[in-house]
């Protein structure tokens, strides 16, 4: 008996057994429950090993599909984001458009108040000078018929003299300025003919003289001259021999 252990551990140090399993083999019971332990335990590794990679492709599909959903919605997300920049965008040139309209309107407004304030006060400036121009026009009348004889008659005139420049200089200062049509072709848009005589000196339509003085104010007329106007000179010899050819008959 002694002799059959011995070999069995000199056969275990050559398969370089362990310790354990040495010890295993001298007794019966042992030796068999270590066996069903190791093989289940190598079962489970298999089992383990052959179930890994399935959970492994399973988790990877699931991460993959969570993935493309994520994806498809932060592409629907980034649409709604682009809509939504469109559509402020085009809000925003409709406002652009509607300010640059009421600008306009505005300017437009402004610029026709502005004329329409203008040409009223130039209205009431017309009126007003309009007004004067009888004075004046008096003032002159009688300048053209004082004849200053004796010392007092002079210094009367100078006195009167001295108002009428007075007012002439503030006319001047408002714009006004007296038109000199003498010489000058009959024009309907600044003159107003009273008069009409015949001659042979002047063409047709010459103003021959400036009966009341017209005026301008800036460049508009303020008041038409009238004015006598050359008419062409008629022609007496033919009336004379018809006259005298029924007496020499």
């Known amino acids: 008996m002694i002799d059959e252990n011995k070999q069995v551990n000199n056969t275990s140090q050559q398969l370089g057994e362990p310790i354990e399993v040495k010890q295993a083999m ?23 090993q052959t179930n890994a990679p399935v959970g492994t492709a399973t988790l990877n599909q699931e991460n993959g599909v969570a993935a ?10 980034l649409t709604e984001l682009a809509q939504q920049i469109e559509s402020l965008k ?7 458009t509607q300010y640059l309209r009421i600008a306009a309107d505005f300017e437009n407004y402004r610029k026709r108040n502005q004329k329409e304030k203008e040409d009223l006060e130039a209205q009431v400036k017309r009126n007003t000078i309009t007004e004067l121009l ?22 009367i005139h100078k006195s009167y003299q001295g108002v009428y420049k007075q007012l002439v200089d503030c006319l001047k200062r408002l714009g006004v300025s007296p038109m000199r049509p003498e010489g000058q072709e009959f024009d309907p848009n600044l003159h107003e003919a009273v008069m009409r005589e015949p001659t042979d000196e002047h063409p047709e339509g010459t103003v021959l003289e ?15 001259a009238m004015v006598k106007v050359a008419a062409p000179k008629e022609d007496t010899l033919p009336a004379q021999e018809n006259q005298s050819s029924p007496a020499n008959s």
Not at 26 to 48: H, K, L
């Open 90 to 96: 085009a809000q925003v040139e409709e406002r652009n």
């Open 134 to 155: 009888p004075v004046v026009d008096n003032f002159e009348r009688a300048r053209s018929h004082l004849k200053p004889q004796t010392d007092g008659e002079m210094t």
């Open 210 to 224: 400036e009966l009341v003085r017209g005026y301008y104010l800036g460049e508009r007329v303020l008041r038409h």
């Open 26 to 48: 001298n007794s019966d019971s042992p030796t068999q429950i270590n066996s069903n332990e190791s093989g289940s335990e190598v079962t489970e590794q298999v089992a383990d």
């Open 68 to 77: 493309s959903e994520n994806q498809g919605a932060q592409t629907a997300a």
